[in-house]
């Protein structure tokens, strides 16, 4: 499998992405470069892509195929793309607080430490639906990781879209999100519509 071995800051740097999107609450001391020229076109639209490939840890293949799928769903193209990326069960962990970044829930994931509707899911790119409920396995509650992560999102606020039972350990997707409710297209991380623009030529 292929593995990104560029440092996360300095790729934050590179998207121009706050790394606390990622949930690092860390700030690189390096002035950013000043661009010499102005970006192409073509330029903005690849690097929105490549913003959501790293954000969401998903490949270029896997993302194809969500785009597909995304183009063949009613309503608008791009939002459709945020709303699968979004719906992923490692994102999903991510955003209840049961891991403090995309990649480690998608460890948790792995190691067979979630389940859906009760049963075990190890597939970090499994799509949730309306009504599942998400929830750590009795197993890895008291997993350090896990407590670490419960400390550090008592802060974050859970989207509108899922609810979260802290003492139990568990959350339910009360509806898929719509645009309004993704923080990344919300406060400009990703711009969508530059997307679909690029996968449309």
Not at 102 to 126: C, F, L, M, W
């Amino acid at each position: 499998m292929a593995v990104d071995r560029t440092p996360v800051l300095k790729r934050c740097r590179s998207l121009d992405i706050d790394p606390i999107v990622l949930g690092i609450n860390k700030k690189s001391n390096r002035q950013p470069r000043r661009r010499r020229r102005q970006e192409s076109e073509y330029g903005a639209q690849l690097r929105e892509k490549q913003k959501a490939k790293f954000i969401y840890g998903v490949l270029e293949k896997q993302f194809r195929g969500y785009y597909d799928s995304a183009k063949k769903m009613s309503g608008i193209t791009g939002t459709n793309l945020m709303v699968i990326l979004e719906s992923r069960l490692d994102n999903v962990v991510f955003r209840l607080g049961f891991a403090r970044t995309r990649k480690e829930a998608r460890q948790t994931v792995r190691h067979g430490h979630i389940t859906v509707n009760g049963k075990r899911v190890d597939i970090p790119s499994y799509r949730v639906k309306a009504g599942d409920v998400v929830a750590v396995s009795n197993k890895a509650k008291d997993l350090l990781p896990i407590k670490e992560a419960l400390i550090s999102s008592e802060h974050v606020a859970v989207p509108a879209w899922l609810e979260v039972d802290i003492e139990k350990l568990r959350g339910t997707v009360l509806q898929l999100p719509v645009r309004d409710q993704i923080d990344l297209i919300s406060d400009g991380t990703i711009d969508p519509q530059l997307i679909v623009e690029l996968y449309s030529k």
